[in-house]
């Protein structure tokens, strides 16, 4: 399952484009990624007949809600950077004629100034060395008075209940260094302004996690982290096993609790 930055750049993709397609459309279904969708499409104030530009739009997964929102009239193009990914979301639009899909660069969006009505983008400015030049780039290509909106995770803020936090801590934790912005949910409302973008709205969603499979089907793979910190000497494989069977019974006796934020932020591209 591909977890770290590095899983999601292009050349990683073209490699195993199949498991990113099967997390894609996964995780895309859960709690969470549903109510950052419906988030995220309010915050969008689409109208039919209206065009959107989705960024990263991987295997296409919020493509169709896009094409629904403009209706027939309109005009949705997903880009993506990975090429593997875009003959996915191709097909998975083949039967809407007013979406479309491009290969593309977040950083170069192959499209002139002030050319689409909003753009959107979800869980890609985390995994970009530069996500306010992204920022900047979704806000030239929308016109005055347009919503550029973003959503993205905290992954930095992951919590879960535990008899023993600091263990638990560094095994939620253990992975973020493979990711390129693990705060991006929590920095990206000033990131918004300082693309140039005014007026920035944030929308919270934060549901619970109330089942350890979820925590893991996001990809957070624990056992790999519980064997790096015994191997750097961080933590003893007994004390990581513990709390993952911790967390395992809780989940089987109803108790286990967690939550995950995703902050949808939304600036108007000024006039
Ligand atoms: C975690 S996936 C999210 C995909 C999609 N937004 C979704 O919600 O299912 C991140 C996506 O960003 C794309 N990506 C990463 N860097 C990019 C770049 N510089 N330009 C365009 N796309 C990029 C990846 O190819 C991948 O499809």
Same mark, same amino acid.
């Given at each position: ?42 915050? =969008? ?130 992975? =973020? ?95």
């Amino acid at each position: 399952m591909p977890s770290s930055t590095r899983d999601w750049q292009p050349a990683a993709l073209a490699v195993d484009a199949e498991a990113a397609v099967a997390y894609l459309d996964r995780v895309s279904v859960m709690p969470l990624l549903q109510q950052v969708a419906e988030a995220s499409i309010e915050a =969008l104030r689409l109208a039919p007949g209206q065009s959107v530009l989705e960024v990263g739009c991987g295997s296409g997964v919020f493509l169709p809600r896009l094409g629904e929102a403009v209706g027939p009239s309109g005009r949705v193009v997903g880009i993506d950077g990975a090429a593997a990914l875009v003959p996915v979301a191709r097909r998975r639009v083949a039967a809407l004629p007013a979406v479309t899909v491009e290969e593309a660069n977040a950083y170069q969006l192959p499209y002139a100034d002030k050319t689409f009505d909003a753009a959107h983008c979800e869980r890609v400015l985390m995994h970009l060395d530069k996500p306010v030049r992204a920022l900047r780039e979704m806000a030239r290509v929308v016109k005055p008075g347009g919503r550029v909106v973003a959503a993205e995770p905290d992954w930095a803020g992951l919590q879960v209940a535990s008899s023993d936090p600091p263990a638990a801590e560094a095994l939620l934790h253990g992975w =973020l260094a493979g990711l390129a912005q693990p705060r991006m949910g929590l920095e990206l409302y000033a990131y918004v302004a300082e693309a140039g973008l005014a007026d920035a709205e944030v929308t919270p969603v934060v549901p619970g996690i109330t089942d350890f499979a979820e925590l893991i089907a996001y990809g957070a793979d624990l056992e790999r982290i519980a064997r790096e910190l015994d191997a750097a000497g961080s933590m003893p494989r007994a004390r990581s096993r513990a709390v993952i069977e911790e967390w395992i019974r809780a989940s089987a006796e109803h108790r286990f609790f967690g939550y995950l934020a995703m902050m949808v932020v939304a600036g108007t591209v000024p006039s």
